[in-house]
């Protein structure tokens, strides 16, 4: 083993939770420290600007309740992402799965006939069931041919994005849409209930607290969590002990997929009341909980905390739009940089410097027997 300056690189076995928290709070810091370099190059006083952005964010219930609102899609799909990422299967196509979430509710919600009390109960399980086929498609894509998953959910992301695309634009498109791409409205008996004055639909948000607290039972107290953790652990391990390794993963990807539906169900019936362009239906946050996901530890009851701190930096990423004259992009910089930040400290959770053992004294001659 190589020693440097006298220490040796040693194999954690398991990070404590206090250095786990330490790293990410350190990372969370230093991302914050160099968003402040580029408020700088903007000209703009460091300090100043992130006390506009408490202001407008924290201060004020219109800028609280868009915290809100950004919240409830990353915690639906952070909480799907910890269930995948603990079975070591990495799906990066949130996002493409809430897009599909939200075309088959705004389907039911236009094209299918139904009494107003069951269009909106309809559209969820819709939604879901979408979410989780889109994602059926690369786990089973992976468990029968060893194709690597993370190349087909990425894939299937733009998949989804240019089918919303051709819908909006071709068969789908609004008749009172006019020279714009998105559908029209549908019907207000599928239109989720808001807090008045808000777009915070709050139905979907008591759903993504209720899915995380769940999700957090079935990982710690269920047979099926267990098999979950012990799959994450080794696949080699669950094979040897008799697990059907196809079905909790099929199970996993199903969860995680229909979790992004609903997500995508919550944007469409709660705030757009239509489908519209990609990049409008969401902010990226099929990517950034990418980012909620890993900053939870693999920890369900850890979304709920990650969720609402990225929900702020949306939310921030508006009042930097209106307030500080500043790009909507400066968001994806922070979260570039945040993610950049983790991966770099991961090495540390994995491993840690030790004093190296002082080097054995050379043995004389009469010591080692040959001094006769």
Not at 71 to 79: A, E, H, K, Q, R
Not at 259 to 268: C, I, N, P, T
């Amino acid at each position: 083993m190589k020693t440097f300056a006298g220490f040796v690189l040693q194999e954690r076995k398991a990070p404590s939770n206090r250095w786990t928290l330490v790293l990410s709070l350190f990372s969370i810091l230093l991302a914050l420290v160099l968003l402040g370099v580029v408020f700088s190059l903007y000209g703009l006083n460091p300090l100043k600007a992130y006390q506009t952005v408490f202001q407008g964010t924290l201060t004020d219930w219109s800028g609280f309740s868009a915290v809100l609102q950004r919240t409830i899609p990353l915690l639906l799909i952070g909480v799907g992402l910890v269930l995948a990422f603990r079975t070591l299967f990495f799906n990066i196509g949130a996002e493409g799965q809430l897009l599909m979430g939200a075309t088959a509710a705004a389907g039911v919600g236009l094209f299918v006939p139904m009494p107003d009390a069951i269009t909106l109960p309809v559209m969820l399980l819709v939604g879901f069931l979408a979410g989780a086929a889109w994602a059926f498609i690369p786990a089973l894509l992976k468990l029968r041919l060893q194709i690597n998953e993370v190349i087909t959910t990425l894939m299937l992301n733009y998949v989804a994005i240019n089918l919303v695309n051709y819908l909006i634009q071709g068969p789908w498109k609004g008749k009172t849409a006019f020279g714009y791409a998105y559908t029209d409205p549908i019907k207000e008996a599928a239109w989720m209930p808001t807090l008045p004055g808000t777009n915070l639909h709050w139905g979907t948000l008591i759903i993504a607290v209720v899915f995380a607290v769940v999700t957090a039972w079935i990982l710690g107290r269920t047979t099926e969590g267990f098999k979950m953790r012990i799959l994450g652990e080794s696949s080699s391990v669950a094979k040897y002990l008799g697990m059907n390794t196809l079905k909790t993963t099929l199970l996993v990807m199903l969860i995680s997929g229909g979790a992004a539906g609903l997500a995508g169900v919550g944007e469409v019936a709660g705030i757009h009341h239509k489908l519209l362009d990609p990049l409008q239906l969401s902010l990226g946050y099929g990517y950034t909980a990418i980012i909620v996901a890993w900053l939870a530890r693999g920890n369900p009851l850890g979304v709920l905390i990650t969720a609402p701190f990225f929900g702020l930096i949306f939310a921030a990423g508006d009042v930097m739009k209106v307030t500080l004259q500043m790009p909507f992009q400066i968001v994806d910089v922070f979260n570039g940089i945040l993610l950049f930040l983790l991966i770099a400290t991961e090495p540390l959770l994995r491993y840690k410097l030790v004093r190296a053992a002082p080097a054995p004294l050379p043995q004389t001659a009469k010591e080692s027997g040959n001094g006769r």
